[in-house]
């Protein structure tokens, strides 16, 4: 067991993230089912068959794919900031792609209810190093 996961700022996040997606109830976003402590604590998560949208980098997606990928994701974000929730982390490793076709939007771990009190570890940076955001217009760098 990692030692954060006895740590009570781990505890409140994982918490808080079990209860934004057990609320949510969407096509597009993996269902929690359970969350429980063991030696630590764990969410029971639906399984999804397939492979992240980054994984199919390089496979080649057409156009009308690409469209349909993006589409159920922006529903799936539109459904959760509808309920307050807000993702935070949505990069194509947390994008899951179904044999079948469906896209699921994963890893709500940094997922913030809006208007919730931010939970981070001093001096530590939460997400995904590398992807950061820009917030000053005048200041985005333009990537290709």
Not at 62 to 80: C, N, P, Q, S
Not at 121 to 128: N, R, S
């Amino acid at each position: 067991m990692w030692p954060e996961t006895k740590a009570g700022s781990f505890i409140d996040r994982i918490q808080r993230e079990a209860a934004a997606l057990a609320a949510l109830d969407h096509p597009n976003i993996i269902g929690v089912y359970d969350l429980r402590k063991g030696d630590g604590w764990y969410i029971a998560a639906e399984w999804v068959e397939g492979g992240t949208l980054k994984s199919k980098f390089g496979q080649g997606f057409t156009i009308d794919e690409g469209l349909r990928v993006g589409a159920e994701i922006a529903d799936a974000l539109g459904y959760a900031h509808s309920r307050g929730v807000f993702h935070r982390v949505v990069k194509p490793s947390n994008v899951m792609l179904t044999p079948d076709g469906v896209t699921k939007l994963a890893d709500f771990g940094l997922a913030k209810p809006l208007g919730a009190e931010t939970i981070t570890e001093t001096d530590a940076i939460v997400g995904t190093v590398g992807i950061q955001q820009q917030w000053d217009r005048m200041l985005m760098e333009i990537r290709r």
